[in-house]
């Protein structure tokens, strides 16, 4: 019976090799991962401190820019109220939400519209494709009462704050 590998200077000198090259390789895995790692707590320790980041975290279109969390609220209902308005549908609750310490870049604010089913399918529509960036986090679409023919939309709108 005849070897399958026959063990020569060269086959060894190319095994060492190929070590050498897959222990170089995982330890640069392992380094770019200690240094994803370090981003990472860095991130959490800015966001747990409450402070906002130095890098935008969206391009400046798609965020509230305004210099004061209030204002920047302000922005939020004001979007809100005038795509309520467009579309005539009746704005029975748009309440900003408190900030919360744990996220302070996002802005909420709790929203109920009521009026016709195309209606208030575009109000949603506008909302979500709005810039600065608006997006319903959680919603729920059902009717006003029975035999009517109006739907209401109860919904929390989200946005982000980043002051520039």
Not at 27 to 49: P, T
Not at 118 to 126: E, G, I, Y
Request: hydrophobic content about 55%.
């Amino acid at each position: 019976m005849r070897p399958a590998l026959r063990w020569t200077a060269t086959t060894g000198i190319g095994a060492g090799l190929a070590l050498l090259l897959a222990c170089g390789l995982a330890w640069a895995g392992l380094d770019a991962l200690a240094k994803a790692r370090e981003r990472l707590w860095a991130v959490e320790a800015r966001a747990s401190a409450g402070v906002v980041p130095a890098q935008p975290l969206l391009p400046a279109e798609a965020s509230h820019g305004q210099e004061d969390r209030r204002s920047a609220e302000a922005a939020l209902t004001a979007a809100i109220r005038g795509a309520a308005a467009d579309r005539r549908l009746l704005l029975e609750r748009v309440a900003p939400i408190a900030a919360d310490r744990a996220l302070p870049a996002e802005l909420a604010a709790e929203v109920t519209v009521s009026g016709s089913e195309a209606d208030v399918l575009a109000f949603a529509r506008a909302i979500e494709t709005a810039r600065p960036a608006i997006r319903f986090a959680r919603w729920r679409i059902g009717p006003t009462g029975p035999a009517e023919t109006a739907i209401r939309l109860d919904a929390r709108a989200m946005a982000i704050w980043e002051p520039r």
